[in-house]
Protein backbone atom coordinates (compact mmCIF):
# COMPACT_ATOMS: atom_id res chain seq x y z
CA UNK A 1 0.00 0.00 0.00
CA UNK A 2 1.27 2.93 -0.94
CA UNK A 3 1.71 5.44 2.55
CA UNK A 4 2.07 8.94 3.95
CA UNK A 5 3.33 10.02 6.59
CA UNK A 6 2.87 13.57 7.61
CA UNK A 7 5.08 15.82 10.53
CA UNK A 8 2.75 18.73 11.06
CA UNK A 9 2.09 20.92 14.28
CA UNK A 10 -1.57 20.54 12.57
CA UNK A 11 -2.19 16.63 12.44
CA UNK A 12 -6.27 17.84 12.59
CA UNK A 13 -5.92 19.09 9.03
CA UNK A 14 -5.45 15.65 8.19
CA UNK A 15 -6.48 14.09 5.78
CA UNK A 16 -9.20 17.27 5.20
CA UNK A 17 -10.55 16.97 1.45
CA UNK A 18 -8.21 13.74 0.82
CA UNK A 19 -11.08 12.04 2.90
CA UNK A 20 -13.90 12.39 0.34
CA UNK A 21 -14.24 12.08 -3.17
CA UNK A 22 -11.44 10.43 -5.18
CA UNK A 23 -8.85 10.26 -2.62
CA UNK A 24 -11.60 9.50 -0.26
CA UNK A 25 -12.90 6.70 -1.69
CA UNK A 26 -9.28 5.30 -2.15
CA UNK A 27 -8.20 5.49 0.89
CA UNK A 28 -11.05 4.03 2.22
CA UNK A 29 -10.61 1.12 -0.30
CA UNK A 30 -6.85 0.50 1.31
CA UNK A 31 -5.30 1.77 -2.20
CA UNK A 32 -3.27 4.41 -0.15
CA UNK A 33 -2.68 5.47 4.12
CA UNK A 34 -2.31 8.51 5.45
CA UNK A 35 -0.67 8.86 8.85
CA UNK A 36 -0.28 12.65 10.50
CA UNK A 37 1.99 12.71 13.15
CA UNK A 38 2.26 16.08 15.40
CA UNK A 39 5.89 17.16 15.82
CA UNK A 40 4.45 18.49 19.19
CA UNK A 41 4.89 15.06 21.02
CA UNK A 42 8.07 15.54 20.82
CA UNK A 43 8.15 19.03 22.13
CA UNK A 44 10.56 20.43 25.19
CA UNK A 45 9.44 21.35 28.34
CA UNK A 46 6.41 21.31 30.63
CA UNK A 47 5.41 23.77 26.93
CA UNK A 48 6.45 20.93 24.72
CA UNK A 49 8.25 23.38 22.51
CA UNK A 50 9.03 22.93 19.59
CA UNK A 51 10.63 26.17 18.40
CA UNK A 52 13.09 29.03 19.31
CA UNK A 53 14.43 32.47 18.08
CA UNK A 54 16.64 32.34 14.96
CA UNK A 55 20.30 32.10 15.67
CA UNK A 56 21.78 35.93 14.62
CA UNK A 57 18.25 37.43 15.36
CA UNK A 58 15.95 38.77 13.18
CA UNK A 59 12.07 37.89 13.00
CA UNK A 60 10.17 34.95 13.50
CA UNK A 61 10.97 31.51 15.38
CA UNK A 62 12.60 28.58 14.09
CA UNK A 63 11.34 24.55 14.02
CA UNK A 64 14.07 23.32 16.73
CA UNK A 65 16.34 20.61 14.58
CA UNK A 66 16.43 18.25 17.59
CA UNK A 67 12.74 18.00 17.56
CA UNK A 68 12.21 17.77 14.55
CA UNK A 69 14.72 15.28 13.81
CA UNK A 70 13.28 13.13 16.69
CA UNK A 71 9.82 13.25 15.42
CA UNK A 72 10.58 12.25 12.41
CA UNK A 73 12.80 9.27 13.75
CA UNK A 74 9.88 7.84 15.50
CA UNK A 75 8.08 8.29 12.43
CA UNK A 76 10.57 5.67 10.49
CA UNK A 77 10.27 2.24 9.77
CA UNK A 78 13.85 0.79 10.13
CA UNK A 79 14.23 0.40 6.31
CA UNK A 80 12.16 2.93 5.70
CA UNK A 81 12.83 3.73 1.65
CA UNK A 82 10.28 6.35 1.61
CA UNK A 83 11.78 10.04 0.09
CA UNK A 84 11.31 12.36 2.89
CA UNK A 85 10.25 15.72 1.38
CA UNK A 86 10.09 19.45 3.22
CA UNK A 87 7.34 21.43 1.77
CA UNK A 88 8.31 25.14 1.48
CA UNK A 89 8.98 28.05 -0.55
CA UNK A 90 12.84 27.05 -1.12
CA UNK A 91 12.06 24.01 -2.50
CA UNK A 92 12.12 23.03 -5.81
CA UNK A 93 8.84 23.34 -7.90
CA UNK A 94 6.97 20.50 -7.63
CA UNK A 95 6.26 18.77 -11.38
CA UNK A 96 4.52 16.56 -12.91
CA UNK A 97 7.07 14.36 -13.77
CA UNK A 98 8.12 14.47 -10.05
CA UNK A 99 4.63 13.58 -8.79
CA UNK A 100 4.84 10.37 -11.27
CA UNK A 101 7.86 9.21 -9.71
CA UNK A 102 6.50 9.78 -6.22
CA UNK A 103 3.40 7.68 -6.78
CA UNK A 104 5.40 5.35 -8.31
CA UNK A 105 7.46 4.71 -5.23
CA UNK A 106 6.44 3.36 -1.78
CA UNK A 107 4.69 6.59 -0.73
CA UNK A 108 6.19 9.60 0.97
CA UNK A 109 7.32 11.41 4.61
CA UNK A 110 6.57 14.85 4.45
CA UNK A 111 7.83 17.79 6.96
CA UNK A 112 5.06 20.28 7.09
CA UNK A 113 7.10 23.41 7.90
CA UNK A 114 5.58 26.32 9.76
CA UNK A 115 6.81 29.77 12.00
CA UNK A 116 10.07 31.13 9.68
CA UNK A 117 11.34 27.85 8.68
CA UNK A 118 13.20 24.91 10.53
CA UNK A 119 16.86 24.48 11.24
CA UNK A 120 19.20 23.65 8.27
CA UNK A 121 20.99 21.37 9.95
CA UNK A 122 17.82 18.96 10.06
CA UNK A 123 17.31 19.34 6.55
CA UNK A 124 20.82 18.33 5.85
CA UNK A 125 21.29 15.62 8.48
CA UNK A 126 18.25 14.36 7.48
CA UNK A 127 18.27 14.49 3.99
CA UNK A 128 14.94 16.68 3.32
CA UNK A 129 14.19 17.35 -0.12
CA UNK A 130 12.48 20.52 -0.25
CA UNK A 131 9.59 20.95 -2.41
CA UNK A 132 7.48 23.78 -3.18
CA UNK A 133 3.83 23.96 -4.86
CA UNK A 134 4.77 27.71 -6.42
CA UNK A 135 6.01 30.97 -5.58
CA UNK A 136 3.78 32.29 -3.48
CA UNK A 137 3.56 32.03 0.60
CA UNK A 138 1.55 29.87 2.71
CA UNK A 139 1.18 29.74 6.31
CA UNK A 140 2.52 26.77 6.46
CA UNK A 141 3.47 23.39 4.53
CA UNK A 142 0.16 22.14 5.56
CA UNK A 143 -1.97 22.75 2.45
CA UNK A 144 0.92 22.06 0.16
CA UNK A 145 0.82 18.26 1.09
CA UNK A 146 -2.48 18.16 0.79
CA UNK A 147 -2.13 19.49 -3.09
CA UNK A 148 1.23 17.27 -3.53
CA UNK A 149 -0.90 14.01 -1.59
CA UNK A 150 -3.94 14.62 -3.96
CA UNK A 151 -1.89 15.10 -7.26
CA UNK A 152 0.21 11.57 -6.26
CA UNK A 153 -2.51 10.08 -5.17
CA UNK A 154 -5.00 9.93 -8.44
CA UNK A 155 -2.30 8.41 -10.11
CA UNK A 156 -1.94 5.89 -7.76
CA UNK A 157 -3.66 2.28 -9.44
CA UNK A 158 -7.20 1.53 -9.25
CA UNK A 159 -7.96 5.54 -8.30
CA UNK A 160 -8.76 7.29 -11.08
CA UNK A 161 -11.44 5.72 -13.56
CA UNK A 162 -11.45 4.80 -17.14
CA UNK A 163 -9.53 8.17 -17.70
CA UNK A 164 -6.69 6.09 -15.92
CA UNK A 165 -3.90 7.20 -17.60
CA UNK A 166 -3.95 10.95 -17.40
CA UNK A 167 -1.94 10.77 -20.47
CA UNK A 168 -4.08 13.58 -22.46
CA UNK A 169 -3.94 15.83 -18.98
CA UNK A 170 -2.28 19.31 -18.68
CA UNK A 171 1.74 19.07 -18.68
CA UNK A 172 1.70 15.47 -18.95
CA UNK A 173 2.85 16.14 -23.21
CA UNK A 174 4.42 19.46 -22.09
CA UNK A 175 1.70 21.08 -23.23
CA UNK A 176 -1.59 22.55 -21.56
CA UNK A 177 -4.94 20.87 -22.34
CA UNK A 178 -7.01 21.30 -25.26
CA UNK A 179 -10.93 22.99 -24.39
CA UNK A 180 -13.43 20.38 -23.91
CA UNK A 181 -17.11 20.81 -25.08
CA UNK A 182 -20.17 18.67 -24.34
CA UNK A 183 -24.43 19.56 -24.98
CA UNK A 184 -26.12 21.33 -25.39
CA UNK A 185 -24.85 21.83 -29.11
CA UNK A 186 -25.64 25.72 -28.70
CA UNK A 187 -25.51 27.40 -25.70
CA UNK A 188 -26.22 31.24 -25.58
CA UNK A 189 -25.54 31.74 -28.87
CA UNK A 190 -22.22 30.25 -28.72
CA UNK A 191 -22.01 26.71 -30.60
CA UNK A 192 -18.98 24.13 -30.24
CA UNK A 193 -16.12 23.91 -33.00
CA UNK A 194 -17.46 22.17 -36.45
CA UNK A 195 -14.19 19.78 -36.49
CA UNK A 196 -16.15 18.44 -33.35
CA UNK A 197 -19.30 17.56 -34.71
CA UNK A 198 -17.40 15.94 -37.81
CA UNK A 199 -16.95 12.63 -36.76
CA UNK A 200 -13.95 12.40 -38.35
CA UNK A 201 -11.03 11.82 -35.83
CA UNK A 202 -8.06 12.34 -37.45
CA UNK A 203 -8.70 15.87 -37.86
CA UNK A 204 -9.91 16.42 -34.40
CA UNK A 205 -7.16 15.13 -33.40
CA UNK A 206 -4.81 17.35 -35.09
CA UNK A 207 -6.73 20.67 -34.09
CA UNK A 208 -6.58 19.38 -30.32
CA UNK A 209 -3.04 19.62 -30.65
CA UNK A 210 -2.69 22.95 -32.91
CA UNK A 211 -5.57 24.04 -29.35
CA UNK A 212 -2.74 23.12 -26.96
CA UNK A 213 -0.10 24.36 -28.82
CA UNK A 214 -1.89 27.88 -28.74
CA UNK A 215 -2.71 27.81 -25.53
CA UNK A 216 1.13 26.83 -24.49
CA UNK A 217 2.17 29.45 -26.78
CA UNK A 218 -0.27 32.39 -25.10
CA UNK A 219 -0.45 31.23 -21.45
CA UNK A 220 3.02 29.34 -20.81
CA UNK A 221 5.36 29.76 -23.04
CA UNK A 222 8.04 28.63 -20.45
CA UNK A 223 6.67 25.48 -20.91
CA UNK A 224 7.81 25.23 -24.68
CA UNK A 225 11.46 26.95 -23.97
N1 LIG B 1 4.97 26.61 2.68
C1 LIG B 1 4.70 27.92 2.57
N2 LIG B 1 4.59 28.29 1.30
C2 LIG B 1 4.81 27.17 0.55
C3 LIG B 1 4.84 26.90 -0.84
N3 LIG B 1 4.62 27.84 -1.76
N4 LIG B 1 5.10 25.64 -1.24
C4 LIG B 1 5.34 24.68 -0.33
N5 LIG B 1 5.31 24.87 0.99
C5 LIG B 1 5.05 26.10 1.44
Known amino acids: MWS ?13 PLGTSLSG ?9 LEARNIRDHGLGRHRAVDDTPAGGGPGMVIRADV ?6 AALAPDDARPRLLMSP ?9 VRQLSAGPGVIIVCGRFEGVDERVIEGRGLEEVS ?15 T ?7 LPGVMGKE ?7 FENGLLEYPHYTRPRDWEGRGIPDILLSGDHAKIALWRKEQSQRLTRERRPDLLA
Open 4 to 16: ATILTLYPEMFPG
Open 25 to 33: DALARGIWS
Open 68 to 73: LASALD
Open 90 to 98: RGRPLTQAR
Open 133 to 147: IGDYVLSGGEIASLV
Open 149 to 155: LDACVRL
Open 164 to 170: ASGSEES
